[in-house]
């Protein structure tokens, strides 16, 4: 006599969705109710309010967007929050001792991945309408969205107390996107993983700027990544020092984190670091003009700054380097059209001077 299988259930409409997502590459995913009460936007308001989001003008102006998913689009009813694993393969700190090199931020040294994950979450989101019949919208970083509030909702990891997203699998290396839809789903138990900070300090410690006036709390002000991507015209003087060699963000707060003890290097080949920004030299990033900046960032997050903000951290670098060799690449910078790229000159030629001679230069921090 023989017996009948059981058939398989269908897939639930979450189900196919995350089994979508893993074929498109993505590693990690949640789904949030959209229309939930969070505390993410008045956190946000008091940061504004108080200044320390700098010259960043656009948070204060799409504030009001930014203040719940609902608020972006009133008909959302669930959040779709995928991640992307970026780990870098060895402590992106490492390089700050190779005073001659320049560190750029892990993300950085690899494809923009702006432009990766939005072409996957349409991908996706295009998918999920043509079998499900719902509306959907894609975010992904540069959009009034707070991806980081709603990972959280969706059980991707908790915002430490350096605020981002640390991950139980993937420790602190995860790019987020979103898709918005009005489709309703099931949502993911929120991570309540904040409790797992403790007492735990390593990524407040290591902040070469003090950025954190309280744990998880920023002041962007302060902020190595903000001062060397979002911040206009000279630094200020009294953080030139600390940027050591670091010459586009920092990664040194997510870098401390214990929970890295879990994470994996990359495999997504795009995200992974290209052999000329692994460890590339000063003196030749100093000699870049726009065609060859835009040439050697090619497909890279750094080209959005442009040249002229690159090359003055570039010069703090040289400053910083203690390496009286890196002098002529820091003169021949000091006729340079731009005036924040002759300030950042003028100043990395009177610090190697300090070098040559042994003794401090005035005006010179």
Same mark, same amino acid.
């Given at each position: 006599?023989?017996?009948?299988?059981?058939?398989?259930?269908?897939? !639930?409409?979450?189900?196919?969705?995350?089994?979508?997502?893993?074929?498109?590459?993505?590693?990690?995913?949640?789904?949030?109710?959209? +229309?939930?009460?969070?505390?993410?936007?008045?956190?946000?308001?008091?940061?504004?309010?108080? %200044?320390?989001? %700098?010259?960043?003008?656009?948070?204060?102006?799409? =504030?009001?967007?930014?203040?719940?998913?609902?608020?972006?689009?009133?008909?959302?009813?669930?959040? /779709?929050? *995928?991640?992307?694993?970026?780990?870098?393969?060895?402590?992106?700190?490492?390089?700050?001792?190779?005073?001659?090199?320049? +560190?750029?931020?892990?993300?950085?040294?690899?494809?923009d991945y702006h432009q990766l994950i939005k072409g996957r979450l349409k991908t996706l989101a295009g998918w999920t309408k043509a079998?499900?019949?719902?509306?959907?919208?894609?975010?992904?970083? !540069?959009?009034?969205?707070?991806?980081?509030?709603?990972?959280?909702?969706?059980?991707?990891?908790?915002?430490?107390?350096?605020?981002?997203?640390?991950?139980?699998?993937?420790?602190?290396? =995860?790019?987020?996107?979103?898709?918005?839809?009005?489709?309703?789903?099931?949502?993911? +138990?929120?991570?309540?993983?904040?409790?797992?900070?403790?007492?735990?300090?390593?990524?407040?410690?290591?902040?070469?700027?003090?950025?954190?006036?309280?744990?998880?709390?920023?002041?962007?002000?302060?902020?190595?990544?903000?001062? !060397? /991507?979002?911040?206009?015209?000279? /630094?200020?003087?009294?953080?030139?020092?600390?940027?050591?060699?670091?010459?586009?963000?920092?990664?040194?707060? *997510?870098?401390?984190?214990?929970?890295?003890?879990?994470?994996?290097?990359?495999?997504?080949?795009?995200?992974?670091?290209?052999?000329? *920004?692994?460890?590339?030299?000063?003196?030749?990033?100093?000699?870049?003009?726009?065609?060859?900046?835009?040439? *050697?960032?090619?497909?890279?997050?750094?080209?959005?700054?442009?040249?002229?903000?690159?090359?003055?951290?570039?010069?703090?670098?040289?400053?910083?380097?203690?390496?009286?060799?890196?002098?002529?690449? +820091?003169?021949?910078?000091?006729?340079?059209?731009?005036?924040?790229?002759?300030?950042?000159a003028g100043w990395a030629v009177e610090r190697l001077a300090h070098y040559l001679i042994g003794r401090p230069v005035l005006g010179v921090a």
């Amino acid at each position: 006599m023989r017996t009948s299988r059981r058939r398989r259930p269908p897939p !639930t409409p979450r189900e196919a969705i995350a089994a979508r997502a893993r074929a498109l590459g993505f590693e990690a995913m949640g789904v949030a109710d959209a +229309a939930q009460p969070w505390t993410a936007g008045a956190r946000l308001q008091q940061f504004v309010e108080a %200044g320390r989001h %700098g010259t960043m003008a656009w948070m204060e102006t799409t =504030l009001e967007r930014r203040a719940h998913p609902r608020s972006l689009w009133p008909e959302a009813r669930s959040a /779709i929050v *995928l991640g992307l694993n970026y780990g870098p393969e060895r402590d992106p700190r490492a390089l700050q001792a190779e005073r001659g090199l320049g +560190a750029l931020s892990a993300y950085a040294q690899g494809d923009d991945y702006h432009q990766l994950i939005k072409g996957r979450l349409k991908t996706l989101a295009g998918w999920t309408k043509a079998r499900f019949g719902c509306e959907v919208k894609v975010f992904v970083d !540069t959009a009034p969205l707070m991806e980081k509030p709603l990972a959280q909702a969706a059980g991707l990891g908790w915002q430490g107390k350096h605020t981002n997203l640390v991950s139980r699998a993937f420790g602190s290396w =995860l790019f987020l996107g979103v898709v918005l839809t009005t489709l309703e789903l099931p949502p993911d +138990a929120p991570d309540g993983g904040v409790e797992a900070c403790g007492s735990c300090r390593a990524c407040l410690d290591a902040c070469p700027t003090g950025a954190f006036p309280a744990p998880f709390q920023i002041d962007a002000r302060r902020c190595i990544s903000y001062l !060397t /991507i979002e911040h206009e015209g000279p /630094i200020p003087l009294e953080f030139r020092s600390a940027l050591g060699n670091r010459i586009y963000g920092c990664d040194d707060c *997510l870098a401390a984190c214990p929970w890295n003890k879990f994470a994996q290097a990359a495999q997504e080949m795009r995200v992974q670091a290209r052999d000329a *920004l692994r460890t590339p030299g000063l003196a030749e990033l100093a000699a870049l003009d726009d065609a060859a900046f835009r040439s *050697l960032f090619r497909k890279s997050p750094v080209l959005r700054i442009g040249r002229d903000r690159f090359v003055r951290n570039v010069l703090y670098a040289i400053g910083n380097s203690a390496d009286p060799g890196l002098a002529p690449a +820091a003169t021949a910078r000091l006729d340079d059209p731009s005036d924040q790229v002759r300030d950042a000159a003028g100043w990395a030629v009177e610090r190697l001077a300090h070098y040559l001679i042994g003794r401090p230069v005035l005006g010179v921090a």
